[in-house]
């Protein structure tokens, strides 16, 4: 696997030479589930335009305009290569398409949007603060705010990415196709291989957490549907990871996924929209969790 993985980079060199831009993007629509890598953000597109082209073109879209708004404005270099402003103005192209008809107003949304959640993530790595997805989640919060009290649009009749139930282990694949809001198996097992092509540890630990948390949403009489349809696994698959493959990692994951459940669930009581908010609290809250123990042992 190594070497399939090194060739992989290799030939991702030789494409970046001649279209850095498109490796740029692609890498952006990676580093939604922290992959620096452009086939991951190939096979996520992939997955997303299963479900849905709308879907796929806005977060597409929205990963150009984020790197555009970055490059406009003078940010790292290095850190745009990286994708690392594409991921979570993707993110918000695609949660306004699925949560809104795709008109004109939504579509002027989607760039406002990533321009928005790229200048956002700049702040915070200035400030240098790990927030991951929160940007993307200030966006579309405000949209989703915007667009149901203030000006509504009018949300889809039927969305192409939910799916029947099923009564399998498929949920745990499903998780990862609702980091992006898809509910498909196809979508979901896409994007499981773009991330086993960047980081196989990375994945199978996220599969693993995937299936973590629909046993404990369950034994917490979650809906049968939401853990069939993975809704209640994404939040983990992220949160898997970030932490996978560190010391005592399967500890602290397990922490980290607990946690974003039980966010979840509150936020689910009062009916608020969690969008990947749980995984950014509950990763959040570990990572303080692991930095506090590390200097209480140094002072000890």
């Known amino acids: 696997m190594n070497m399939k993985i090194t060739l992989f980079e290799k030939q991702e060199r030789l494409i970046a030479q001649r279209f850095p831009f498109v490796v740029m993007v692609l890498k952006g629509l990676g580093q939604i589930m922290l992959q620096e890598n452009a086939y991951t953000g190939f096979f996520f597109l992939a997955g997303i335009c299963y479900g849905s082209f709308t879907m796929g073109f806005a977060a597409l879209i929205a990963a150009v305009c984020g790197t555009i708004n970055a490059k406009i404005l003078g940010y790292d270099q290095t850190e745009i290569a990286k994708g690392i402003y594409g991921f979570s103005a993707a993110l918000v192209g695609v949660a306004l398409t699925f949560y809104f008809d795709a008109v004109w107003v939504t579509g002027l949304a989607v760039i406002i949007g990533a321009a928005l959640a790229a200048t956002i993530q700049h702040w915070f790595i200035v400030k240098k603060i790990p927030v991951f997805t929160l ?12 667009f149901k009290y203030i000006y509504p649009v009018a949300s889809p009749a039927s969305l192409d990415t939910i799916t029947a139930v099923s009564q399998d282990l498929a949920f745990a694949f499903k998780g990862f196709g609702q980091v992006i809001f898809q509910g498909s198996l196809f979508a979901g097992i896409a994007f499981f291989i773009g991330i086993f092509i960047s980081s196989p540890v990375q994945a199978l ?34 949160c898997a990871i970030v932490f996978a493959g560190n010391k005592e990692s399967g500890i602290w994951m397990f922490i980290a996924v607990a946690l974003s459940i039980i966010v979840q669930f509150v936020m689910n009581t009062y009916e608020l929209t969690p969008l990947t908010f749980p995984f950014v609290a509950g990763t959040s809250i570990v990572l303080a969790l692991q930095n506090f123990i590390t200097k209480w042992r140094v002072k000890s």
Do not use: R
């Open 135 to 146: 940007p993307f989640i200030i966006v579309t919060w405000f949209f989703l705010y915007l």
């Open 205 to 238: 630990y996220a599969l693993v957490a995937s299936l973590v948390a629909g046993v404990l949403s369950a034994l917490y009489n979650a809906p049968p549907e939401g853990i069939m349809t993975g809704l209640f696994s994404y939040n983990a698959v992220l």
